[in-house]
């Protein structure tokens, strides 16, 4: 896997009015995972956002090395395509192939987009993902609408990708088993 790093210094987010948080640092290198946990409206999809280029920050840095592969609500998938010709379209974009079958897909490649269960969307939004091949990972509530099968996959990819190098920011409510991923409370740098 090639160098990847991502940082962030003094970072702070508004959203209208509202200040949601200020003074958010961190630098993850090679191999680490850190979980951003918080309550619905505490600013995690924001910093997803920001770290992905998508949001400017109201204050501070953003420090990103290597490809930066995303996976928020929006799967990037044409919905009316069938899911093995949007997996397709990305394929040839990325050059290299999606693992379908370990993400349970194969039996689903015929059916349109729009069709898919939230859970089959974001094991297809993770399967692109896998294919770009991206060192940095932002995820944002990558467990929303799977079922316990495939949040112990999601959990493995992220250890798996971690453990061959890359780095993993997840924004998430919810609790994900990963061995070494430290841990942030947003609310802690609440403004």
């Known amino acids: 896997m090639q160098a990847c790093r991502l940082s962030a210094h003094e970072l702070a987010c508004?959203?209208?009015e509202r200040l949601l948080f200020r003074g958010l640092?961190?630098?993850?290198?090679?191999?680490?995972?850190?979980?951003?946990?918080?309550?619905?409206g505490t600013g995690k999809t924001s910093l997803i956002?920001?770290?992905?280029g998508?949001?400017?920050?109201?204050?501070?840095?953003?420090?990103?090395v290597g490809p930066v592969g995303l996976v928020d609500e929006r799967p990037a998938l044409d919905?009316?395509?069938?899911?093995?010709?949007?997996?397709?379209?990305?394929?040839?974009?990325?050059?290299?192939?999606?693992?379908?079958?370990?993400?349970?897909?194969d039996g689903l490649l015929d059916v349109p987009v729009r069709y898919l269960s939230t859970g089959q969307k974001k094991r297809a939004a993770l399967a692109r993902l896998l294919g770009q091949a991206a060192p940095v990972w932002l995820l944002d509530e990558p467990l929303n609408g799977l079922d316990k099968v495939a949040v112990v996959l999601v959990e493995n990819l992220i250890a798996e990708h971690c453990a061959s190098g890359g780095v993993a920011l997840i924004a998430?409510?919810?609790a994900i088993a990963l061995p070494a991923a430290r841990r942030i409370e947003l609310a802690d740098y609440a403004a």
Request: proline share 8%; glycine share 10%; aromatic share 6%.
């Open 79 to 105: 919905p009316h395509q069938p899911l093995g010709k949007a997996l397709a379209f990305w394929r040839r974009i990325d050059c290299s192939a999606a693992p379908i079958d370990r993400l349970g897909l």
């Open 54 to 64: 998508l949001l400017r920050p109201y204050g501070g840095t953003v420090c990103t």
């Open 25 to 40: 640092s961190f630098d993850l290198a090679p191999g680490e995972a850190l979980q951003v946990a918080g309550a619905n």
């Open 14 to 16: 508004q959203r209208g």
């Open 49 to 52: 956002r920001i770290c992905a």
């Open 172 to 174: 998430s409510h919810q």
